[in-house]
T-cell receptor, first 113, second 116 residues
Framework: AQTVTQSQPEMSVQEAETVTLSCTYD???????LFWYKQPPSRQMILVIR??????QNATENRFSVNFQKAAKSFSLKISDSQLGDAAMYFC??????????FGTGTRLKVLA | SAVISQKPSRDICQRGTSLTIQCQVD?????MFWYRQQPGQSLTLIAT?????????ESGFVIDKFPISRPNLTFSTLTVSNMSPEDSSIYLC?????????????FGPGTRLLVL
């Protein structure tokens, strides 16, 4: 079975600080993609960052970076210099096979001014 | 990228009725999907909307309850039939634009449905 687990229902971070959101997954596939999506209160899902499983180098997008540990099946998201606009629900997702995403239950991130 | 709109953005419905949700994309897409996000839960794939043929449903979802149409490459509808309070959810469509591969998906803004 393919699963994605986010063990932190809610996290808080002080503005300008760094926060790490955790995600673990399980798949028997050797080739897959991992994603972090952001869903602000307005509900529009936005892709934050993605990682191809065959790439050893961790993906980075500006203030967002991942720590991809393939053997441990771990895919955490680090947000540096947190901003008020980062407050949202963050979903970790696994894509295996054709087009079928499996999402975690989400982590609600609060940014404190 | 793709700009996706959904109508209605929200609705309150009585049990036993049906609601049709529209998903419109500003460009042609190869794949269109419908997801459900129940309160406090993650997204669950309902079905893949296939152009010109019957949708492909995931386990636990059936055509009688969630009929889907996709008449062309930019538009799809999802109907939630004979609604019950358990159908209260956010329903989202997502797309993979033409020329892009499966790891590229864009999501619509969602339709928030409350069934009384």
């Amino acid at each position: 079975a393919q699963t994605v687990t986010q063990s932190q229902p809610e996290m808080s971070v002080q503005e300008a600080e760094t926060v790490t959101l955790s995600c673990t997954y399980d798949t028997s596939e050797s080739d897959y993609y991992l994603f972090w999506y952001k869903q602000p209160p307005s509900r529009q899902m936005i892709l934050v960052i993605r990682q191809e499983a065959y790439k050893q180098q961790n993906a980075t997008e500006n203030r967002f970076s991942v720590n991809f540990q393939k053997a441990a099946k771990s895919f955490s998201l680090k947000i540096s210099d947190s901003q008020l606009g980062d407050a949202a629900m963050y979903f970790c997702a696994l894509l295996r096979g054709t087009y079928k995403y499996i999402f975690g239950t989400g982590t609600r991130l609060k940014v404190l001014a | 990228s793709a700009v996706i709109s959904q109508k209605p953005s929200r609705d309150i419905c009585q049990r036993g009725t049906s609601l049709t949700i529209q998903c419109q994309v500003d460009s042609q897409v190869t794949m269109m999907f419908w997801y459900r996000q129940q309160p406090g839960q993650s997204l669950t794939l309902i079905a893949t909307a296939n152009q010109g043929s019957e949708a492909t449903y995931e386990s636990g979802f059936v055509i009688d309850k969630f009929p889907i149409s996709r008449p062309n490459l930019t538009f799809s509808t999802l109907t939630v039939s004979n609604m019950s309070p358990e159908d209260s959810s956010i329903y989202l469509c997502s797309v993979t634009p033409r020329g892009q591969t499966q790891e590229t998906q864009y999501f619509g803004p969602g339709t928030r449905l409350l069934v009384l």
